[in-house]
């Protein structure tokens, strides 16, 4: 059992030696030997903590706040700021960078701090943002260059920054827009009259039945064409004289003709050299029934529309594009049109007519679509979306959509000339589609652009043209 004394006399021990290793640790000189064995590890860690060399780099807050000086300074609580030499770990990205700079390394002289995103906000000492992104430092000479920027390896892998290169591809626009079924114009007919007559009988048509060219809707009696009948049959029973006979037969076959007598009434009076009381009236045309005003024993006037037929064997569509693809629309391009009601049964068609004038209510221009229907699956006024293929046959410079960037009034382009340099370069766009642009100016094939996180290579564009012109305005006063 050791006496009260000798324990007493090892704790002094400790402690003075506790007490001179922390010394020696600020001081950066080595422990002793001799030393080390009676510190505890505490202390050990520490003295080894505290072991930095090199040349003071810059002051940091004690409290971890991120506020830093590049000369001594204290708190408003009055503590001294903490000296950060270069071998200690440097949070901010650039940290090779700054201790280059302290030891008058090869970048030189750092001339300020700029924001992270861009921002035209700068820091004449380290600095984070709000959201605790590191300041960027500028060295003299970076600024030299006025057609590009360069970025560090470092920041391009995290930005996430990626390249593609421009190439010749077959670019197919396609132009979407709503159409409408409508009836073909030149396939609508109407049955009247050209002279006053009398509805006998209707046959069994109604509004929706298909007809076939001469079938029979009505029974007429007409007194006018009766009477041009009765001429005609007296005509041809009177006995020709030189020339006379022939020319009476004519004329009177004219006015039949004339009063829209059909064929094979004219011929029933031929054959049978008799005048029929009622005729027959044939439809004119193949087709549905869409209209009917005629009823049995009704009178009619010369001129009334007593039915209406329309053939649906094809269809037209009707597409309103908007103004702006308008250029891209030429007559013969393909055509998918997808009814609304059979969305899984396509139409393919071709662009017939490009209407000459615009709708001032919409600002779309009409396009005409003829489609075969024969059976009879579009119906008018049927709603359809149509897809217009507008590409070009002739492989043209391209890139991907997000390369551009596009402020109104000119579009941008980053070009990577290798090194971590880019230049920003206008360009003259053209078509797009299957997300890629058409590059009409400013750009050959091979050229290799940015087409990802390129806003913040353009941020960094913007803000070093900002600061070559404030360094011109401060020189030239």
Do not use: C
Not at 137 to 143: A, I, K, L, S
Not at 246 to 268: S, V
Not at 441 to 470: M, P
């Amino acid at each position: 059992m050791r006496s009260p004394v000798k324990t007493l006399l090892i704790v002094f021990v400790v402690l003075a030696a506790a007490t001179l290793g922390l010394a020696v640790g600020r001081s950066g000189a080595p422990l002793p030997e001799w030393l080390s064995g009676f510190l505890p590890a505490a202390a050990k860690q520490s003295a080894a903590v505290s072991e930095a060399t090199g040349p003071i780099v810059y002051y940091r807050n004690p409290d971890g706040l991120p506020d830093y000086s590049l000369t001594a300074m204290k708190t408003p609580a009055g503590k001294d700021y903490t000296a950060v030499r270069a071998s200690e770990d440097v949070s901010f990205e650039e940290k090779a960078s700054i201790v280059a700079a302290a030891k008058g390394g090869e970048r030189g002289r750092i001339r300020f701090y700029r924001n992270p995103m861009g921002l035209p906000d700068t820091s004449p000492t380290p600095k984070k943002d709000s959201m605790g992104m590191d300041y960027l430092p500028v060295y003299d000479g970076e600024q030299d260059d006025d057609s590009s920027v360069k970025v560090s390896a470092g920041k391009l892998q995290k930005a996430g920054v990626q390249t593609e290169v421009a190439e010749r591809r077959i670019l197919n626009t396609m132009v979407r827009a709503p159409g409408i079924v409508e009836e073909d114009e030149r396939r609508k007919s109407v049955v009247s009259l050209r002279f006053e007559g009398f509805i006998d009988t209707v046959e069994n048509v109604t509004t929706g039945t298909h007809v076939h060219k001469g079938q029979s809707l009505m029974r007429v009696y007409g007194p006018a064409l009766s009477s041009a009948a009765a001429e005609y049959l007296s005509a041809l029973n009177a006995r020709p004289e030189a020339g006379i006979g022939n020319q009476a037969l004519k004329g009177a076959r004219r006015r039949l003709e004339n009063l829209d007598a059909p064929e094979g009434f004219i011929a029933e009076i031929e054959r049978k050299r008799e005048i029929p009381v009622y005729m027959n009236w044939p439809a004119p045309q193949d087709g549905e029934i869409v209209e009917r005003t005629a009823v049995n024993g009704m009178r009619a006037a010369a001129g009334d529309i007593l039915f209406r037929i329309v053939n649906h064997d094809v269809v037209w569509v009707m597409i309103d594009v908007a103004e702006r693809d308008l250029a891209l629309i030429k007559v013969g391009q393909k055509v998918t049109v997808r009814p609304r009601a059979y969305p899984d049964s396509p139409f393919t068609g071709k662009v017939t007519v490009i209407y000459p004038h615009l709708r001032a209510e919409t600002r779309t221009a009409r396009i005409r679509v003829e489609l075969p229907n024969p059976d009879d699956v579009l119906r008018p006024d049927m709603y359809a979306d149509v897809e217009i293929a507008t590409g070009m046959d002739v492989p043209v410079v391209t890139i991907s959509s997000s390369a551009v960037i596009d402020s109104g009034e000119r579009q941008i382009v980053l070009l990577d000339k290798g090194g971590g340099r880019f230049e920003p370069r206008e360009v003259k766009l053209g078509r797009r589609g299957g997300g890629r642009i058409e590059i009409k100016e400013g750009l050959a094939e091979n050229d290799k652009v940015v087409v990802s996180a390129n806003f913040l290579i353009d941020a960094e564009s913007n803000l070093k043209a900002a600061l070559n012109g404030l360094d011109k305005g401060e020189k030239s006063q």
